[in-house]
């Protein structure tokens, strides 16, 4: 590996992967490493399911859940908005052709112990058994607003400030607490209250990406990849090695080697890799990052349905965190095998939140409970970390860990703010421009 | 867009060096290169032919390694949903022939369901008969087959230089590919392919941005 690079990623988690590729595709040298024996890092899907009990220190059990090998399972797990970051890059990449994904059965929100459909147009929210009459009409008049504003025309204001706040903009239209709560939490996807000093442009513009992306492809406005999430960094991967990336797995990283404060290369403690940028994931610099917090979360086999989701074979439940006494919203994915992650008849669901105390595991009780009854359950805490610096002068550019979140437009914020700190530019799609040929017939 | 021509993702494997591109660049637009390493995978990716089989048209798409082969594993998402692979080897290098069965257990582990085909490449290369030295003799084929016959939906040879039997080897594909599903109708409906498939009708005339 004694070769010279541009740049060297360490780590084939999605971000890592997704950045890589921009970079080849940027006309780049990359050399992209990972310590582990397959791509992901921690957004792979483990599989067989035996792997999952090794990973989290269990005996293993064979197909004692259908087949073994049917199992892929997040370790993280997230949907894709249609209509967000994610997508776009997919599809402005040509990452897109080589996954293929199903829409989510369904969204859902929890009020009062029990859940409801999210109601996301105007029709929906008439019909939703989560608000009162008249608060039904409220809630109307304010998705029609929403739908109507138009960014770059004032006249679409009706006299809104757009810097008026999130909490002052639901006072305007009289929306009570409880329609707040799944407004900001269920359709504009806030972890947290802190939006609510926030502008209400950024309270609509979230919203808008909710109702756009369920009018893709209907259903609900979440999308899964076939075989778990696993394969987004391995799309990434593909397409960094198709414009010239060199993939090294299994490869231990001994130490990032340094000159006068900036880094120079990459050492597996024989021969030397030089490069002038390097990009990772926090455990491959540990020393140059801070811990931001922690994220529980419980993996959960199931052999029913979440109950009240008319059997949906994939939902996923926002549980506000007003609604159950805390400041960081729960979580809950489930998938099964219309995603193919998971055998016949099984369901595989995923119970997350921001930790708040010492007893993280209890936290996720609401979430739990709504389950009705778990055939396993694997329970992990993990400590988030950011970068000390923005990596300017080290030129060792590090990701952030995984948030609690269950979409992916913090990770493509991440990941768009690390291309131009790297680059000094915002990604040019144009220059993405590999075989997709369609040869002429015979 | 959506005709209704049976298609068949066709992955390419095998050691580096065999000449995988170069099969890809036949297949592609009939051309054939001395270069060789990395720097010659790079842009390859899928390409998808229309093959004529007189009662049918057939599309195959054929996916290049993009070099991941050579120092990693290639991953578990090249093998998704793929019909067929095409695994090849070179005449002349033996090492290239043996590893084969453990690629054939990677691609029944990832690609359930997916028929095997193998092609020895660089047929231009054999000497004359009794000067075998490193190639891959009959016996050895032979040997190999009976050992995986159920396995091996097809065996060809071919040479990317002289373009020998490879137009006879992508048909011979296509036709194998189409006869087996005809006698086992499978379709996939509810699939989404972002910026392919198309969306669900629109009630609003908004604009879309993407
Ligand atoms: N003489 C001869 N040379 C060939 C033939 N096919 C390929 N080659 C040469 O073999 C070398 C390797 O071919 P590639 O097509 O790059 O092989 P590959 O399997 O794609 O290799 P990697 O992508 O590097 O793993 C190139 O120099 C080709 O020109 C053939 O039929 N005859
Ligand atoms: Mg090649």
């Given at each position: 590996m004694?070769?010279?690079?541009?740049?060297?990623?360490m780590?084939?988690g999605?971000?890592?992967c997704?950045?890589?590729?921009?970079?080849?595709?940027s006309?780049?040298k990359v050399?992209?490493?990972?310590k582990?024996?397959?791509?992901g890092g921690?957004s792979?899907?483990l599989?067989?399911l035996?792997?999952?009990?090794?990973?989290?220190?269990?005996p293993?059990?064979?197909?004692?859940?259908?087949?073994?090998?049917?199992?892929?399972?997040?370790?993280?797990?997230?949907?894709l908005?249609a209509n967000?970051?994610?997508?776009k890059?997919l599809?402005?990449?040509?990452?897109t052709?080589?996954?293929?994904f199903?829409?989510v059965?369904?969204?859902?929100?929890?009020?009062?112990?029990?859940?409801y459909?999210v109601p996301?147009?105007?029709r929906?929210?008439?019909?939703?058994?989560?608000?009162?009459?008249?608060?039904?009409?409220?809630?109307?008049?304010f998705?029609q607003?929403v739908?109507?504003?138009?960014?770059?025309d004032?006249?679409?204001?009706k006299?809104?400030?757009?810097s008026?706040?999130?909490?002052?903009?639901?006072e305007?239209f009289g929306?009570?607490a409880?329609?707040?709560d799944?407004?900001g939490?269920a359709?504009?996807l806030?972890?947290?209250?802190?939006?609510?000093?926030?502008?209400s442009?950024?309270?609509i513009?979230?919203?808008?990406?909710?109702?756009d992306?369920?009018s893709?492809?209907?259903?609900?406005?979440?999308?899964?990849?076939?075989?778990?999430l696993?394969?987004?960094?391995?799309?990434?991967?593909?397409l960094?090695?198709?414009?010239?990336g060199t993939?090294?797995?299994?490869?231990?990283?001994d130490?990032i080697?340094?000159?006068?404060?900036h880094?120079?290369?990459?050492s597996?403690g024989?021969?030397?890799a030089?490069?002038?940028?390097?990009?990772?994931?926090p455990?491959y610099a540990?020393?140059?990052?801070?811990?931001?917090?922690?994220?529980v979360?419980?993996?959960?086999?199931?052999?029913h349905?979440?109950?009240n989701?008319?059997?949906?074979q994939?939902v996923?439940?926002?549980?506000p965190?007003n609604?159950?006494?805390r400041?960081?919203?729960?979580?809950?994915?489930?998938v099964?095998?219309?995603?193919n992650?998971?055998?016949k008849?099984?369901?595989?669901?995923?119970?997350?939140?921001t930790?708040?105390?010492?007893?993280?595991?209890a936290?996720?009780?609401?979430g739990?409970?709504?389950l009705?009854?778990v055939?396993?359950?694997f329970?992990?805490?993990?400590?988030?970390?950011?970068?000390?610096?923005?990596g300017?002068?080290?030129?060792?550019?590090?990701?952030?860990?995984?948030?609690?979140?269950t979409?992916?437009?913090t990770?493509?914020?991440?990941?768009?703010?690390l291309?131009?700190?790297?680059?000094?530019e915002?990604?040019?799609?144009?220059?993405?421009?590999?075989?997709?040929?369609?040869a002429?017939?015979? | 867009?959506a005709?209704?021509?049976?298609?068949?993702?066709?992955i390419?494997?095998?050691?580096?060096?065999?000449?995988?591109?170069?099969?890809?660049?036949?297949?592609?637009?009939?051309?054939?290169t001395q270069?060789?390493?990395?720097?010659?995978?790079?842009?390859l990716d899928?390409?998808?032919?229309?093959?004529?089989?007189?009662?049918?048209?057939v599309?195959l798409t054929?996916?290049?390694?993009?070099?991941?082969?050579?120092?990693?594993f290639?991953?578990?998402?090249?093998?998704?949903?793929?019909?067929?692979?095409?695994?090849?080897?070179?005449?002349?290098n033996?090492?290239?022939?043996?590893i084969?069965?453990?690629?054939i257990?990677d691609i029944?582990?990832?690609a359930e369901?997916?028929k095997?085909?193998?092609?020895?490449?660089?047929t231009?290369?054999?000497g004359p008969?009794?000067?075998e030295g490193?190639?891959?003799?009959d016996?050895?084929?032979d040997?190999f087959?009976?050992?995986?016959q159920?396995?091996?939906s097809?065996?060809y040879?071919?040479?990317?230089?002289?373009?020998?039997g490879?137009?006879?080897?992508?048909?011979?594909?296509?036709?194998?590919l189409?006869?087996d599903?005809m006698s086992r109708m499978?379709m996939?409906?509810?699939?989404?392919?972002?910026g392919?498939?198309?969306?669900?009708?629109?009630t609003?005339?908004?604009?879309?941005?993407?």
């Amino acid at each position: 590996m004694d070769e010279t690079y541009d740049v060297i990623v360490m780590g084939t988690g999605l971000k890592e992967c997704i950045l890589s590729g921009m970079l080849s595709v940027s006309g780049k040298k990359v050399l992209h490493l990972d310590k582990n024996t397959y791509y992901g890092g921690e957004s792979a899907s483990l599989t067989p399911l035996d792997q999952v009990y090794q990973h989290f220190g269990k005996p293993e059990v064979g197909d004692k859940f259908g087949r073994g090998r049917d199992w892929n399972v997040d370790l993280i797990p997230k949907f894709l908005m249609a209509n967000g970051q994610l997508v776009k890059l997919l599809i402005h990449t040509g990452v897109t052709r080589y996954l293929e994904f199903k829409s989510v059965d369904g969204s859902y929100v929890y009020k009062g112990g029990k859940i409801y459909k999210v109601p996301a147009d105007e029709r929906e929210a008439l019909a939703s058994s989560l608000m009162g009459i008249f608060e039904k009409r409220r809630f109307k008049n304010f998705l029609q607003y929403v739908q109507d504003y138009d960014e770059n025309d004032p006249k679409t204001f009706k006299g809104v400030d757009p810097s008026m706040s999130a909490k002052a903009l639901y006072e305007k239209f009289g929306l009570d607490a409880n329609t707040q709560d799944f407004t900001g939490h269920a359709l504009a996807l806030y972890r947290n209250d802190q939006y609510m000093a926030l502008t209400s442009l950024d309270l609509i513009k979230r919203c808008r990406l909710y109702s756009d992306s369920l009018s893709r492809y209907g259903k609900s406005p979440y999308l899964y990849p076939l075989y778990g999430l696993g394969e987004l960094p391995q799309g990434f991967a593909r397409l960094s090695a198709i414009y010239g990336g060199t993939y090294m797995l299994d490869k231990p990283v001994d130490k990032i080697v340094m000159e006068d404060g900036h880094v120079v290369g990459v050492s597996d403690g024989k021969d030397t890799a030089k490069c002038s940028v390097i990009v990772c994931d926090p455990t491959y610099a540990q020393d140059r990052c801070k811990k931001v917090g922690q994220v529980v979360r419980a993996i959960c086999i199931l052999n029913h349905p979440i109950e009240n989701t008319k059997d949906a074979q994939s939902v996923q439940i926002i549980i506000p965190q007003n609604q159950v006494g805390r400041k960081d919203d729960i979580y809950v994915c489930m998938v099964s095998a219309t995603h193919n992650v998971c055998a016949k008849n099984y369901y595989l669901a995923i119970v997350a939140t921001t930790v708040e105390t010492d007893n993280p595991e209890a936290e996720l009780k609401p979430g739990l409970d709504l389950l009705k009854g778990v055939e396993e359950k694997f329970v992990s805490i993990v400590d988030l970390y950011e970068p000390l610096d923005d990596g300017q002068d080290s030129k060792i550019f590090i990701s952030k860990s995984y948030d609690a979140t269950t979409h992916f437009e913090t990770t493509c914020d991440d990941v768009l703010d690390l291309f131009k700190r790297i680059t000094g530019e915002d990604f040019d799609f144009s220059k993405v421009k590999h075989t997709d040929v369609e040869a002429v017939g015979e | 867009m959506a005709t209704g021509i049976p298609s068949f993702k066709v992955i390419l494997h095998g050691e580096y060096g065999v000449g995988k591109s170069s099969i890809f660049r036949r297949f592609m637009n009939d051309t054939f290169t001395q270069a060789t390493g990395k720097q010659s995978t790079i842009g390859l990716d899928q390409c998808t032919r229309t093959i004529d089989l007189g009662s049918q048209n057939v599309k195959l798409t054929l996916w290049d390694t993009g070099g991941m082969e050579r120092m990693s594993f290639i991953g578990s998402s090249y093998y998704r949903g793929a019909h067929a692979a095409l695994l090849c080897y070179s005449v002349n290098n033996k090492d290239t022939f043996s590893i084969l069965s453990q690629y054939i257990l990677d691609i029944v582990m990832n690609a359930e369901g997916a028929k095997i085909f193998l092609c020895g490449n660089m047929t231009d290369q054999l000497g004359p008969e009794g000067s075998e030295g490193n190639a891959v003799t009959d016996t050895d084929l032979d040997q190999f087959m009976s050992q995986c016959q159920d396995v091996l939906s097809g065996v060809y040879r071919v040479s990317c230089k002289d373009s020998s039997g490879l137009e006879e080897m992508f048909r011979d594909m296509a036709r194998v590919l189409h006869q087996d599903t005809m006698s086992r109708m499978t379709m996939r409906r509810d699939m989404i392919r972002p910026g392919d498939t198309p969306e669900r009708e629109q009630t609003t005339e908004k604009k879309r941005c993407c």
